[in-house]
C-alpha cells in the first residue's frame, strides 16, 4: 500500500523536501512508517527518545487527528492514507 | 468617538474598514503575554493601528541577547524591565493608545485577574506551561486566544476560538519542557504580524481567521502551508467539545 507523509518546519531540512510516499506492507503501522523514513541513527533520534517511543516534540496527525490519541505508534495504516508530521515549536 | 486627529492618523486604514472599523479597535481591549520578539511584533502593530488598550504583561529584564528579535528594546535598555522598556516605545509610537503593564508571572493562580474585562489574549509567550494557562483561561472566558510559536526560520500561528475551534491544548497535548530557542528576529517579527492581522480581523469582523488551521511558515523556502486541524476528545483541556 502507499502512504504518504507531509513535512513541515524543520522536519523538511531533516528529510530534504515537503513529501514522500512510501510503499509498505499492508497492515503496516505508523512505527513501520517512520522506520521506512530513517536512513540514519541521527534521523531517529530526531523522532524516537532514549526508550523508542516517540518524542513529545513531534507531532502526527491522520486527517487531524494526533496519532497518539488512535493507538500511538502502533496505528495501523490503510492504503491512501496521509501523514503530517511537524514539530512542536515553543520560542516566542 | 473618533477625534479629528485620530481620522488623520488612520487615514489610509479607514479607507478600508470605514470610521465604524476605527472605533471597533479603539474599543478594543487586547491582553498581551510576553514582551519578548512575538511580543514586540504584536505590541507595535496592534498600537500603530489604534487598540484601545494594551495590557501587556512579563517578568524579564532585557538582556543583550534578546536584541536580534526583541525590537522594542534596544542596546540602552540593557538591564531594564521589558515591560517599562515597551510602554515607552509604545507610549511614543502612538500616545492614543491606552498602554498598561504588568510585570508578573503568569500562573494559574492570577492568570484571572491578569486578563480580567480584556476582549481576548495574545500569545508572546516562549513556553507552553504558560500557553496552557492562557488557553484555559480562553477557554472558561470564552474569549479568543491568538496563538504564535517560532523556531530558527520556522514559525506557526492559529486563532482559537472558544466554542468553534479546537483549543491549544487539541494541537499541542504534550510538549517537551522549556529550552532557549534558535531564532532569527525576522521570524518573530512575520509570526507576529500574522497574529496582530488576526486581531485585527477579529475585531474589526473582517476575512476568514486561521479558525481550525495551523499555519506553518517556512522563512528558508519562503512558503506558508496550512495543517488543517480539529478538536480532540481526549482533550484533557477542552474535552473536545465546544473547545
Known sequence: MKVKVKFFAAFRELFGGEERELELDSRASVRDLLEGLCDSKECREKLFNESGNLRRDVKLLRKGEH????????TELIDGDVIVMFPAMLGG | MLTGDDITRYRRQIEIFGEGGQVKLKEAKVF???????????????TVAGIGKLRIVDDDVVALDNLNRQILHWDSDIGRKKLESAAEKLRRLNPG??????????????????VADFDMIVDGMDNFSARYVLNRSALAKKIPFFHGAIHGFYGQATTIIPGKTACLRCIFPEVPPSAASPVVGVTPGIIGCIQATEVLKYILGKGHLLE??????????????EVPLESNPACQDCGGRDS
Open chain 1, 67 to 74: 496519532v497518539q490519541f488512535l493507538d500511538d505508534v502502533q
Open chain 2, 32 to 46: 498581551l503575554a510576553g514582551a519578548g520578539g512575538l511580543g514586540s511584533s504584536i505590541a507595535t502593530y496592534l
Open chain 2, 97 to 114: 493608545v491606552e498602554v498598561e503593564v504588568i510585570p508578573e508571572t503568569i500562573s494559574e493562580d492570577n492568570v484571572k485577574d491578569l
Open chain 2, 212 to 225: 481550525n488551521r495551523l499555519l506553518m511558515w517556512d522563512g528558508l523556502g519562503c512558503r506558508m502551508d
